[in-house]
């Protein structure tokens, strides 16, 4: 009997082990093939992808999902259409949860879908996190994840039966259903090449409105939309800033609307044909911008005045001699 003791604590400790470990699972939850978790300081950012391998006829679901401290505000990355190699078909936005342990919860699901064979990357993520209260940013970013998408063809394609070709066809008697056929054949091709070149006439005759003069009509509609007399000033700066994010992409193609302002201006210091003085204007413009957006910060009337006339003066400056021409015109 006594030699039985030992044996059943260890049972018994087992027993307590495994419901531990369920206990931690949380319920309904898909499984995935690759589970990574980042952290930095009160924030973990997982990342989730539900298989290392697919054919191409399949979908991939990626789950991008926060833990943070009470008192942390998390921004996950957006993307697109698109996801670097991966095409995005669907993705669910669920508002974030308390969890038991005072953690706020805050997940995105996406759903991808590959376009060729072989190796696909997801490349780093990163999370902008900040205290409320503290107009200090902070990141934290995952690294490269490699999806392998096969081929539903079979490998050994050298030893597929080709099937001899088949003889001709007889022709009927009667011509009078080929002449038919080969006349609705003969109507359609003309009618979809009709239809095609009127399409590329209002095409080429539809007028091509350059970056500056976008830029100029949406700043007059955002100054028409009462922002400013309701003294909306931090939806009104958030606007300013997309507008001139929208048109760095127009004007000298880099994707600014996509990027963070640290990503973008890293890529702007040398792809962004600007004097000196004007990236220093358009860094400190897009950090403002960025405060007001993420950490909180209440712009006054009179910084809201500025943070206009900055984003106009760009855009006249930043014009180029042939738009100039046109207008003068």
């Known amino acids: 009997m006594r030699k039985s003791i030992p044996v059943i604590l260890f049972l018994c400790a ?48 990626m789950l991008l999902e926060t833990r943070a401290s009470e008192g942390y505000q998390v921004e996950l990355p957006r993307f697109g259409e698109k996801l670097h190699e991966f ?6 936005n ?44 902070h990141r934290v970013e995952s690294d490269t994840i490699t999806v392998a998408v096969t081929s539903i063809l079979p490998e050994d394609q050298a030893g597929l039966d080709i099937k001899d070709i088949a003889g001709p066809l007889s022709i009927p008697r009667n ?25 590329k006439r209002r095409v080429e005759a539809a007028p091509i409105i350059p970056p500056h003069e976008i830029a100029y009509r949406r700043l007059e509609n955002l100054l028409a ?19 001139l994010r929208h048109y760095i992409e ?4 880099l994707r600014a609307p996509e990027r963070t302002t640290e990503e973008f201006l890293a890529e702007a210091g040398a792809g962004l044909p600007v004097d000196n003085d004007q990236k220093r204007i358009l860094e400190a413009f897009l950090v403002h911008c960025d405060m007001v957006k993420f950490a909180a910060h209440e712009p006054t009337q009179a910084e809201v005045k500025r943070t206009f006339e ?10 180029t001699k042939e738009e100039v021409r046109e207008e003068a015109a």
């Not at 997801?122 to 999370?127: A, F, H, Q, S």
């Open 175 to 199: 011509p009078y259903p080929v002449l038919i056929i080969a006349g609705c054949i003969i109507a359609a091709a003309l009618a979809v090449f009709l239809i095609w070149r009127h399409r």
């Open 310 to 319: 900055t984003c106009r003066d760009f855009v006249d400056e930043t014009a």
């Open 87 to 92: 095409g995005i078909v669907d993705y669910t």
């Open 14 to 61: 087992v027993l307590l082990a495994s419901c531990g470990e369920r206990g931690t699972e949380s319920p309904g939850e898909a499984t995935y093939k690759i589970d990574r978790n980042f952290v930095r300081g009160p924030v973990t950012f997982r990342v989730a992808v539900s298989e290392r391998e697919v054919t191409i006829a399949q979908r991939v679901t």
């Open 94 to 137: 669920p508002p974030p949860e308390l969890a038991s342990d005072g953690v706020v919860v805050t997940r995105r699901t996406y759903e991808l879908e590959p376009f060729l064979s072989g190796e696909y990357r997801i490349p780093p993520m990163t999370v902008t996190f900040w205290e409320e209260g503290d107009t200090t940013l």
């Open 225 to 243: 939309s009462g922002l400013l007399e309701e003294k909306r000033y931090k939806e009104f700066t958030t606007e300013v800033s997309d507008i």
């Open 250 to 253: 127009d004007r000298f193609g």
